[in-house]
Nanobody, 123 residues
Framework: QVQFVESGGGLVQPGGSLRLSCAASGSIFKIYVMGWFRQAPGKQRELVATITTSDGTTTYADSVKGRLFISRENAKNTVFLQMNSLKPEDTAVYYC????????????????WGQGTQVTVSS
């Protein structure tokens, strides 16, 4: 079993900032990638940002580049998303994501998702 504790969501005015965090725990052997996806009402879930645990390589959606920044703390299996200059179109449920293996065997490697945290950008 793998569990996630997500925090940091809430209501913020346009131009404001929020910081999301997500800590993974449970039967984890190795985490390869952590990240954040989001889903707005009536839309499909989309990638926001990911980061590799090995060397910190990051990927970002074009819509968030220069405003949202992902970071990690490997020792605590934790990933952060610093969200600056927020826009109303950033309003969504943000889901923590991890690509990890629960045993030494590669066959145990799969994707896991948190329960999500709501981010609302509105005046």
């Amino acid at each position: 079993q793998v569990q996630f504790v997500e925090s940091g969501g809430g209501l913020v005015q346009p131009g404001g900032s929020l910081r999301l965090s997500c800590a993974a725990s449970g039967s984890i052997f190795k985490i390869y990638v952590m990240g954040w996806f989001r889903q707005a009402p009536g839309k499909q879930r989309e990638l926001v940002a990911t980061i590799t645990t090995s060397d910190g390589t990051t990927t970002y959606a074009d819509s968030v580049k220069g405003r949202l920044f992902i970071s990690r703390e490997n020792a605590k299996n934790t990933v952060f998303l610093q969200m600056n200059s927020l826009k109303p179109e950033d309003t969504a449920v943000y889901y923590c994501y991890a690509d990890l293996a629960t045993t030494i065997w590669q066959s145990s490697r799969r994707e896991y998702w948190g329960q999500g945290t709501q981010v609302t950008v509105s005046s």
